[in-house]
């Protein structure tokens, strides 16, 4: 699928769906949120179950899921083990 997919990028090869993202750099900080805002917000994770079923099928038939498994310890162990959590951010 290629390197560093982004995740419309990856709703289109996964699923063959365009996600649209207008409202990428639109004001987030404002306050109430425009429908279209909230709309964008919602599509965002709205796919996220079905690729990672899409994905997780793929790693195993290929015999690589545990390769990811051992990935993500990996990392969970990295950022558990942070000492002083008042220097966090500057990891």
Not at 2 to 15: I, K, V
Not at 29 to 51: C, E, F, G, K, N
Request: proline fraction near 3%; charge should be positive; charged fraction near 25%.
């Amino acid at each position: 699928m290629g390197f560093s997919l982004g995740y419309q990028r990856m709703t289109e090869a996964l699923l063959q769906i365009h996600v649209p993202k207008g409202e990428t750099r639109s004001n987030w900080l404002q306050r109430p949120l425009t429908a279209s805002q909230i709309h964008y917000a919602a599509l965002d994770v709205a796919y996220l179950p079905t690729m990672y079923e899409r994905l997780r099928e793929s790693l195993t038939a290929k015999g690589r899921w545990t390769w990811l498994q051992e990935e993500c310890a990996t990392v969970l162990q990295k950022f558990s083990a942070v000492d002083n959590s008042e220097d966090y951010y500057k990891k």
